[in-house]
Nanobody, 130 residues
Framework: QVQVEEFGGGLVQPGGSLRLSCRASGFTLDYYAISWFRQSPGKDREGVSCVSSGDDTTYYAESVKGRFTISRDDAKDAVYLQMNSLKPEDTAIYYC???????????????????????WGQGTQVTVSS
């Protein structure tokens, strides 16, 4: 059974940085597309970033472009979300999600269509506050 876990959330001041990690037991992340989503209180869950399988192309929501970076570490079988210049509006629970289909290339819909994802983590809280 695949279990997805997120790590690295916490409390950070505005302008600060955090790095989130995503790992999965019973599953090798190397070959599959991974996305990060987030949900703020009272709001719908939204896609943040996606990294494709195969060529590792990436896709970002406009709200985080230039501040967040998604990456893989195949040796550690992990996917990261480096978050810089954090703002209070980045406060949310952040989720890692996996598309269990080889050759998936991220596109705008990757951040919209949650039904494309087969596995989800429980989320990690990120709070940006002074």
């Amino acid at each position: 059974q695949v279990q997805v876990e997120e790590f690295g959330g916490g409390l950070v001041q505005p302008g600060g940085s955090l790095r989130l990690s995503c790992r999965a037991s019973g599953f090798t992340l190397d070959y599959y597309a991974i996305s990060w989503f987030r949900q703020s209180p009272g709001k719908d869950r939204e896609g943040v970033s996606c990294v494709s399988s195969g060529d590792d192309t990436t896709y970002y929501a406009e709200s985080v472009k230039g501040r967040f970076t998604i990456s893989r570490d195949d040796a550690k079988d992990a996917v990261y979300l480096q978050m810089n210049s954090l703002k209070p509006e980045d406060t949310a629970i952040y989720y890692c999600a996996i598309v269990d289909r080889s050759g998936y290339v991220c596109y705008a819909g990757s951040l919209l269509y949650e039904y494309e994802y087969d596995y989800w983590g429980q989320g990690t809280q990120v709070t940006v506050s002074s």
